[in-house]
């Protein structure tokens, strides 16, 4: 029989439905709490937390503020990525002994670049029982309002920090027809941005969203060429976190055509149209006339464009 939520609970609209609803003892909750906005969090995980015996959290100062919101007091765990395997035996014998534990991250769902996926593993390796309680999740809520048309997605998280390794992530990834998401923090966002307009083509688009169900969220989409401008239209794009998502590989012949193009547009900016073909031809093994035809278009384009 499960206990009666607390009465601070009890007002809230459709609790008596979540109360119904079976929360098991000597089991992990892995609860999903917003990403931003208070008001996200579900009702099944506010009851969870009102009935739990611990919470173990990325951050107790962040979740005791999440808690005390809803007017409610647990006893916190520290569970981050530096002390995950050792939390984990003490949360199993507290599991053992009959808890009931919900495992949270600083905002979203846990295990999900964010710790809580060893926890998860040694608690079900220890034979015992995982409940996930969905809510929030900053990649689903960024895909929802892209607008990217795909009927996958490819989830990338955090890229390397060193430019090295992250060129060489975002290469392995180019053929990739899935839309891939990135997650990012403000102060690498440029040097982010920039890497994905080397390693991909410049018509891509690509899908900006920060500060998700905050105060100044922004959600914006434009080529991939453009990318790196709209960062800088605005210094208040310096600060957040963003969801990136960056629509998949076209077709192979439609990626070899932008690849092409791409080529081809760089050395016009640096040589004559008929060495730009030429070079472009021997890089890309396409045909030199019909590229010396397509360096004619661009041209004949650059020309029309209008200088502001």
Known sequence: MNPAPPNALVALPLMDEVARQTYPAATLYVLAT???NFADITLRALHALALVDAVACEDTRNTGHL???YGLSKHLIAAHQHNERAVAEKLIARLQAGERIALVSDAGTPAVSDPGARIVDAVRAAG?????LPGPSAAIAALSASGLVCDQFHFVGFLPARASARALA???LRAAAATLIFYEAPHRINETVDALAAAFCPRRQIVFA????K???EIHRCP???????VAADTHRQKGEYVLLLEGAPPAADEDDAEAERVLRILLAECPLKQAAALAAQITGHKKNALYERALRLKAES???PIN
């Open 224 to 230: 991939l060429s453009d990318a790196a401008a709209w």
């Open 303 to 305: 020309e029309q464009t």
């Open 67 to 69: 808690l005390s919101h």
């Open 34 to 36: 917003p990403i931003g």
């Open 170 to 172: 975002l290469q392995q």
């Open 210 to 213: 920060r500060e998700l169900t």
């Open 215 to 217: 105060l100044f969220e």
């Open 128 to 132: 015992l029982r995982v409940l996930p």
